[in-house]
């Protein structure tokens, strides 16, 4: 039913568009009387309401465009529901068929960009048409909306989303559903798993051709501005390639470490159970595994003295070691060290065999063991301690009680799918053109720079629909919804510093254009490198965290029009 009601909402937006697609035009009024004066008794003055020219240029030669702020507010308004339809469009499509055909190339590859892509046709079309000095004044347009996107996501929104799905913290972790803290600033929070923080990472390094692009502006030199921004282009699509490449086999990596980390975990816990029936010490006083031990540990556990530790006797000695932390039953566990252990694959542990595998696991202890001697039980225990938070951080839990289980129809929903991208395509690709022309129509009417329009107004329509999927997911108070919020918002960063910077800088490069936008740049700079850099280094974020990332908002406005407005930065 909802889904019905949208659709009717597009068309009915059309046709009222296509109502008004006459041209619009505005009486030309002659400024003869001092502009302190709203009114000589003769002639009117109202240069705040209109633009002194009197025609516009209609987009496709039929759609409305108009000198009046008014009216450009309206356009703008209209112009950015139906991008925000298109956004909207490209996300359920992409969401359908990342349900049908699961992670790898479509989750990695064609769902970052498919979701940058309607910033991306308003950063093309702000300086594709027209003349060289039309396009230069129109491609503030582009860095305002490059610029406030990547801000928005990363302090607005972010921090909005640490404020909804706040849980107490306990030990750096947040506890799922549990919020008894009220709105402490360093007790009450969200924490994340470990990938979350190597997305923030990822953010951080995304903005390397920024400075690339910059280092003339740095050096007062012109002469090399060109050559500056190919290749700052290069290194943003070599960033553009690794990230999807990495998107594609992160799945992979991230089941090969927690793979690693649950053996590791799995040994360890084994370790501290054996010291437990151990008549001695594991490690000798030089830190080297102690054979005589060994041997008498190997002795006790087999019980029969056939001279091998077969699987029943290896379960009878696991039993009281509780893997249930890193979901692992005993069966599974006897398996994992019988494995480990038997390098001859006859399913028993030699003498040789036990002393081997004890002797591999023990002296990746020993530097641990060195710093503490003495105390070789606290050395297993508080390295075993560490590996249960690496694991916990590597995996917060099942991510798949989030997705749609079982698709009852697949080839309709690909259909649904396609449609859904072919629509949001269409309409991004046909709007975004009379978008930008009715944001630089309304600067002309009244006088304010394009790129603030465009900053604050244009993420607006763009990021709506990921804003309130964000904000959804952040309020549900678990982990792993919050670890997934906070990636996405990091991944859509990246893309707007790869993807969309690079349409940006092949639009400068190929035009001629001139790169001056040293004040947005360190606006870029600031929120990303401040907040991607919070995000690399801790997993737990207080609410103090969404204080400082929301004033980083208004700071960054502030900023751009000190620098360029008050300073005159260019």
């Known amino acids: 039913m909802a889904n019905k009601c949208k659709h009717h909402l597009t068309v009915y937006i059309f046709l009222f568009l296509v109502i008004l697609s006459g041209p619009t035009y505005a009486r030309f009024i002659a400024l003869r009387s001092s502009p302190d004066l709203l009114s000589d008794g003769v002639h009117l003055t109202l240069n705040r309401f209109a633009a002194e020219t009197s025609t516009c240029d209609e987009t496709y030669g039929f759609l409305p465009c108009t000198t009046s702020v008014l009216g450009n507010i309206f356009l703008i ?53 027209g003349s060289t000095d039309t396009a230069q004044s129109q491609v503030s347009v582009g860095m305002g909306l490059l610029a406030g996107s990547t801000v928005m996501l990363l302090t607005v929104i972010w921090g909005s989303c640490v404020i909804v799905g706040k849980c107490d913290l306990v030990d750096s972790v947040a506890k799922d559903a549990l919020d008894t803290k009220g709105f402490s600033l360093t007790e009450s929070g969200i924490s994340t798993d470990i990938w979350t923080s190597y997305a923030a990472m990822m953010m951080v390094i995304s903005v390397i051709p ?3 692009v910059q280092i003339p502006q740095f050096l007062n030199s012109t002469s090399g501005r060109r050559l500056a921004i190919l290749i700052g282009l290069i290194v943003s699509l070599l960033l553009l390639v690794s990230y999807c490449l990495y998107q594609v086999l992160q799945p992979w990596i991230q089941k090969r470490k927690i793979a690693y980390v649950t053996h590791k975990h799995l040994i360890l816990g084994f370790l501290t159970h054996l010291k437990k029936h151990a008549l001695g010490r594991l490690l000798d006083k030089n830190g080297e595994p102690d054979k005589g031990t060994i041997e008498k540990l190997f002795s006790s556990i087999d019980v029969n003295h056939d001279g091998y530790i077969s699987d029943s006797e290896l379960r ?12 692992l039953d005993q069966n599974e566990a006897v398996n994992k060290i019988m494995k480990d252990f038997d390098t001859t694959g006859d399913s028993k542990i030699q003498g040789h065999e036990f002393f081997s595998g004890i002797s591999r696991w ?61 629509l949001g395509t269409i309409i991004a690709a046909a709007f975004a053109d009379p978008l ?37 997911f952040a309020s549900r108070d678990k982990r792993t919804t919050a670890s997934l919020t906070f990636s996405e918002l990091y991944g859509a ?38 907040m991607g850099l ?4 801790r ?19 502030a900023l751009v029009y000190v620098l360029d407005y008050v300073l005159g930065w260019s």
Not at 388 to 408: C, F, P, R, T, Y
Request: glycine content about 6%; aromatic content about 8%; hydrophobic content about 55%.
């Open 493 to 530: 960063a990246t893309m707007n510093n790869v993807l969309c910077l690079s349409v940006f800088l092949a639009l400068i490069y190929i035009r001629g254009l001139t790169w001056d936008f040293t004040a947005e740049v360190l606006v870029i700079l600031i929120v990303c490198l401040v």
């Open 316 to 327: 009878a000695l696991m039993v009281g070691i509780n893997f249930d932390e890193i979901d």
């Open 539 to 557: 997993t737990h974020f207080p609410l103090w965290t969404a204080i400082l990332a929301i004033l980083l908002y208004p700071f960054s406005l």
């Open 77 to 129: 308004a209209v112009y950015g529901i139906l991008m925000f339809i298109a956004a909207k469009s490209l996300s359920n499509g992409s969401e359908l068929l990342l349900e049908i055909l699961g992670p790898g190339i479509i989750g990695g590859l064609f769902l970052p960009i498919l979701g940058a892509l309607p910033d991306a046709m308003l950063i093309l079309v702000s300086g594709l048409s």
């Open 210 to 212: 920024f400075l690339v």
């Open 534 to 537: 919070l995000g690399s280094l």
């Open 436 to 472: 930008v022309d009715a944001v630089d129509n309304f600067s002309d009417a009244t006088g304010i720079p394009a790129f603030f329009i465009s900053f604050i107004a244009l993420p607006l329509a763009t990021n709506s629909s990921e804003a309130v999927t964000a904000i959804i």
């Open 362 to 422: 023990l002296k990746k202890t020993m530097q641990a063991a060195a710093r503490n001697p003495g105390s070789e039980t606290k050395v297993f225990e508080e390295i075993h301690t560490e590996t249960k938070i690496e694991h916990d951080l590597l995996d917060v839990g099942n991510q798949s009680d989030e997705a749609v289980e079982g698709v009852e129809n697949s080839k309709w929903t690909i259909i649904k799918a396609v449609l859904f991208l072919l």
